[in-house]
């Protein structure tokens, strides 16, 4: 995943069971486990190529976030977990009702955005399908999924661990980038 751009853990589960001989998916390890292993990679052999690219998707997403407030933006992702990598989309739910309000303030701003949709599980139960707009913005991918506005509430489930999505409001974003830029300033003193 860290150096093959793959973002999809099952399928790097079974790109690397493949490559190991392993045919025993219980010896597998659990999405949070890789997980952890990438943030820990990324430290080690990223260095500062992974910090700077990181603070600027999320300089990018707290602008992104400012221009598309009146849909209650929310960074989640890569971006938001510390794990993107320099092909990483900045991943924002975006909450309207009805979604095609997105899709009105894109055009009214022309921004040429393609349209796909991607499938969320809302909790074990439930599973719906909602609009997705991606775009590039400032040399950056940009990722819209549109929900209703009650799952600002309650997040969709993470594909990682099956509990509610972390996720970040702009002012959390602000606190965040805040923290990370004191620790490095703190960091770099002698």
Same mark, same amino acid.
């Given at each position: 995943?860290?150096?093959?751009?793959?973002?999809?853990?099952?399928?790097?589960?079974?790109?690397?069971?493949?490559?190991?001989?392993?045919q025993?998916?219980a010896?597998?390890?659990r999405?949070?486990?890789?997980e952890?292993?990438l943030?820990?990679?990324?430290?080690?052999?990223s &260095? %500062?190529?992974?910090?700077?690219?990181?603070?600027?998707?999320?300089?990018? /997403? +707290?602008?992104?976030? *400012?221009?598309? #407030?009146?849909?209650?933006?929310?960074?989640? &992702? %890569?971006?938001?977990?510390?794990?993107?990598d320099?092909?990483?989309?900045? /991943? +924002?739910?975006?909450? *309207?009702e009805? #979604?095609?309000s997105?899709?009105?303030?894109?055009d009214e701003?022309?921004i040429?955005?393609?349209?796909?949709?991607?499938?969320?599980r +809302?909790?074990?139960?439930?599973?719906?399908?909602?609009?997705?707009?991606v775009?590039?913005a400032?040399?950056?991918?940009f990722?819209?999924?549109?929900?209703?506005?009650?799952? +600002?509430?309650q997040a969709?489930?993470?594909p990682?661990?099956?509990?509610?999505?972390?996720?970040a409001?702009?002012?959390?974003?602000e606190?965040?980038?805040?923290?990370?830029?004191?620790?490095?300033?703190?960091g770099?003193a002698?």
């Open positions: 995943m860290a150096e093959g751009g793959i973002r999809d853990f099952h399928q790097a589960k079974l790109k690397a069971a493949s490559r190991l001989g392993i025993d998916d010896s597998l390890p999405n949070r486990e890789i952890d292993a943030k820990a990679y990324q430290r080690l052999f &260095g %500062p190529e992974h910090v700077l690219g990181l603070q600027e998707r999320r300089d990018a /997403a +707290l602008r992104a976030m *400012a221009f598309f #407030a009146d849909f209650s933006p929310r960074l989640v &992702g %890569p971006v938001l977990d510390g794990t993107a320099g092909h990483t989309p900045v /991943a +924002l739910h975006l909450h *309207a009805p #979604a095609e997105v899709t009105r303030f894109l701003h022309g040429p955005a393609e349209a796909r949709v991607r499938r969320l +809302l909790d074990r139960q439930r599973t719906a399908e909602f609009d997705v707009w775009f590039s400032e040399g950056l991918s990722d819209l999924t549109v929900l209703p506005p009650q799952c +600002l509430r969709p489930l993470s990682i661990d099956e509990r509610p999505m972390r996720r409001s702009r002012s959390q974003l606190a965040l980038v805040a923290l990370e830029r004191a620790d490095a300033i703190d770099a002698p």
